[in-house]
């Protein structure tokens, strides 16, 4: 609260983007400040697409957003932490059905409905697949195949792939 506060006052942020920036940040105001300056927006609104289209893709589809993220090499860090915070909105939606301790409250509308659509295992599941693919970019995984593991996750389609239902985590 204090960084997303700081944002807001001293830097002039919109509270909702003040927010998820401090959440991407770790606590760091310089990152949140990078987070929150330049392409953000336009990153914010791809993963939140990303996400709605590859709980319907085929593995086909899932292949081909991959690659074009891929592409886009400088950009896969932000978006996983931007896919991070709109998985954990769901998933805190779902448990508390309160929208205070949400990061995306301008879509409210999009999260109430989508965390309906997904069990509880699910989610987090799909938040572990993601910080696991951060961290492979970390220690200097192939982009591409990463991402190509990743979204075939996200789509449900990955081979051996144990769904919260299978668990008994639901």
């Known amino acids: 609260p204090e960084l997303t506060e700081g944002l807001v006052a001293l830097h002039g942020l919109e509270p909702v983007k003040a927010s998820l920036a401090a959440a991407m940040a770790g606590g760091s105001m310089g990152k949140a ?3 929150a300056a330049g392409t953000f927006q336009a990153e914010r609104s791809l993963a939140i697409r990303l996400a709605h289209d590859l709980d319907e893709a085929a ?3 899932a292949l081909m957003m991959a690659g074009q993220l ?6 896969v860090n932000a978006i996983l932490e931007i896919l991070k915070c709109w998985y954990r909105d769901l998933l805190v939606f779902k448990f508390t ?3 205070g301790l949400l990061y995306h409250l301008d879509h409210i ?6 965390a309906g659509s997904f069990e509880t295992g ?4 799909i938040l572990e697949e993601i910080e696991t693919t951060r961290k ?5 995984a192939n982009t591409r195949l990463a991402l190509d593991i990743l979204f075939l996750h ?3 389609r990955a081979p051996g792939l144990k769904t919260g239902v299978e668990e008994g985590i639901v």
């Open 97 to 99: 059905g309160e929208t």
């Open 136 to 140: 492979k970019f970390e220690a200097n």
């Open 33 to 35: 400040l990078a987070y």
């Open 122 to 125: 699910r989610l987090l599941e």
């Open 70 to 75: 891929a592409e886009q090499k400088e950009k």
């Open 109 to 114: 509308d999009i999260i109430e409905r989508e």
């Open 154 to 156: 996200l789509a449900g």
């Open 59 to 61: 593995p086909y589809e």
